[in-house]
């Protein structure tokens, strides 16, 4: 590991073409949590959609427990959201046999219920289509010789071919301590006993792990292309089929969005690759070998994730020395992965 993991993962498109400041102030990051579906009106959860200012995921949990009289235990949420932002955001709160809280009463100057409404089912991780942001990135300088017709090449080409998928710097912590804690559980072979310490700890490492070969997959000039023995994945689903060779109907899905080349969370069975996407794979996981077999030993279940993410309905408006993003993300991806691609900031990894 480099002295910063985030920083050290290849650029799809050469690198940022200006330096700018990423969240000057909580209205420069808007976050929709998009559910994807609506509650169904009855059942023993109550759906709440809260808009915040400024509080994270958590400490909205431990004011939705309070204020419906409640257990933590008893509030889900499908994603985190990060404090420095707007954002709204789905839970669901268990409130078998009990009548609903009254709404108004959650409501302060940071954070508010937008609506309630029952629902058959709790929230999971997981459970929401994806999010809406809207963001502003302050004050560009560009980088070398790059111009603002640059700056116009590279949007049009994150909207035409999307970007890696890479997880962000906020999956590793502030200052990337989550990983830093990763690689010396790794290294000492004990997990942390405490419950959310174990599983931030395994999703670190395998984040980690996946950064590494889908950066190793930019540097090759094949993280949005097929190679022999990949991993092929219809988008928006978990599922996956291994391709050794490609031919004119795979093709014709892979240019047409419907198919993307995939990467593996590793965990306990044996990776899925084989001829030379496999090759690739040992490549990136070269120096590796203890922290595969750490996770082996876990009898985690390997997960498959896309290696190429799409902004869709992206759009963009250059302001003086301002940009203005719009676009939506499916579950599980990261803006700053599409960030990084225009513009450096030092302050890109979040303090959470």
Known sequence: MTDSHWASLAFAFGGSVAFGALKSSEDDFRVD?????????????????????????????????????????????????????????????????????????????????????????????????????????????????????????????????????????????????????????????????????????????????????????????????WVEGDLLQRAGRRGFFVADQLDHELNQRLQARELVPAGVLPGEEPLPFVGKALTFAEQAWAGQADALAFLRKQRLKQEVRSAVLFAENFEYHLEDTDLRLKFFLPRGSFATSVIREIIFDASISPHL
Do not use: M
């Not at 009106?41 to 409640?70: F, I, K, M, P």
């Not at 792990?209 to 292309?225: D, G, I, Y």
């Open 33 to 225: 949590e998009v559910l994807g579906f609506e509650p169904d009106g009855s059942g023993e959860h109550l759906c709440v959609q809260v808009w915040a200012r400024g509080q994270n995921t958590a400490w909205l949990v431990r004011q939705l427990a309070q204020w419906a009289n409640v257990p933590r235990s008893s509030v889900s949420f499908s994603g985190q959201k990060d404090r420095h932002a707007i954002t709204t955001q789905w839970f669901s709160i268990h409130l078998p046999g009990r009548s609903d809280p009254e709404v108004a009463l959650f409501q302060q100057e940071g954070w508010r219920i937008l609506q309630a409404h029952r629902h058959s089912r709790k929230l999971r991780i997981g459970t929401h289509w994806g999010n809406q942001f809207e963001i502003v990135l302050r004050n560009l300088v560009w980088v070398g010789d790059a111009c603002v017709d640059d700056l116009n090449a590279r949007l049009q080409k994150i909207q035409s071919v999307g970007v890696p998928n890479y997880f962000g710097a906020q999956r590793f912590g502030k200052d990337e301590g989550n990983l830093a804690r990763a690689l010396q559980v790794v290294a000492s072979g004990k997990l942390p006993r405490d419950r959310d310490e174990r599983s931030w700890t395994l999703s670190a490492l395998r984040s980690y792990l996946f950064n590494l070969w889908l950066s190793e997959r930019v540097q090759l000039a094949s993280w949005n292309q």
